[in-house]
């Protein structure tokens, strides 16, 4: 199959699902797009910027100190803060924990979050340019021969790999499970991706490809669904989407690993956003 042969309508049906569902998913409130702030909290109280109170942390717990005048209130249960809250996270966990702003006070949420086994905040702002100017994120036209068949070889055992992420100052794991074999057209050598097991057995591979940088972001991830019993998954690479680090500034995704660097144009997929 080549790059000019069209897709079956149902293929493209199918994609095209896929497309508004990922959009969608975006597009949510107090998501991935209204990301405005990275901040980590010191050891004494302090002021942050983008939201009220002081914020600090002794190493196992954050804290913050505000009045009820300053409006923030528990995302849990809408309470005020008046006083001083603390919350405990582990390594790489998140809490949505106040809002405060706009006509009803929820126009920022503030997240709590543990990276690189320190606390950090980030605001998420509903009125974000990357949020109320999103119209979708940009693709390449479908391609049908970048839907191959892969072979999944698992490890015995999985394998924790140290990875860099799109924060200097975090670093991060690549729990791979195994190896994606494949082939990809106009090429006599097979590529070998390490994956990372999802929910209910589905499998990830994060990649570099030769697009990135010029027409896509850094890298960017694909899924696949539960290998069959004799270990073969269908490989779209038109699902292949960005991290969120490709919208914003202020993402902690993970890198690819060493050897999941494809020495090929997947031109499918999403497409760098602040390019198009």
């Not at 021969?145 to 924790?160: G, H, M, R, T």
């Not at 975090?170 to 991706?193: A, I, N, Q």
Request: glycine share 8%; charged share 25%; with cysteine.
């Amino acid at each position: 199959m080549n790059s000019t042969e069209p897709a079956d309508d149902a293929q493209l049906a199918r994609w095209q699902r896929f497309r508004t569902s990922r959009n969608t998913a975006l597009a949510a409130a107090h998501g991935w797009l209204t990301l405005t702030s990275f901040q980590w909290l010191e050891g004494r109280p302090a002021a942050v910027e983008l939201a009220p109170g002081l914020w600090s942390t002794d190493g196992t717990a954050a804290f913050l100190t505000a009045a009820a005048a300053d409006g923030l209130t528990l995302m849990e249960n809408g309470e005020p803060v008046d006083g001083t809250i603390s919350a405990v996270l582990a390594d790489e966990e998140s809490l949505m924990w106040v809002q405060y702003g706009g006509d009803d006070g929820r126009q920022v949420v503030v997240e709590l979050a543990m990276r690189a086994d320190k606390y950090a905040i980030r605001t998420r702002d509903s009125q974000s340019p990357a949020f109320t100017e999103f119209d979708g994120v940009p693709t390449f036209d479908f391609r049908p021969d970048l839907v191959v068949e892969a072979k999944f070889i698992p490890y015995q055992e999985p394998v924790d790999v140290p990875i860099g992420t799109a924060n200097p100052l975090v670093d991060g794991v690549h729990r791979s499970v195994g190896e994606l074999v494949f082939r990809l057209p106009g090429t006599d050598h097979e590529f070998h991706l390490q994956a990372e097991e999802e929910k209910l057995g589905a499998l990830t591979v994060t990649f570099h490809d030769e697009t990135n940088g010029e027409s896509t972001d850094e890298w960017r991830k694909v899924s696949t669904a539960r290998p069959r019993p004799d270990g073969t998954v269908v490989l779209d690479f038109n699902r292949a989407i960005n991290y969120p680090s490709a919208f914003t500034p202020y993402g902690t995704c993970p890198m690819p690993v060493k050897n999941n660097s494809l020495d090929y144009r997947i031109t499918a997929g999403e497409k760098e956003p602040g390019l198009f």
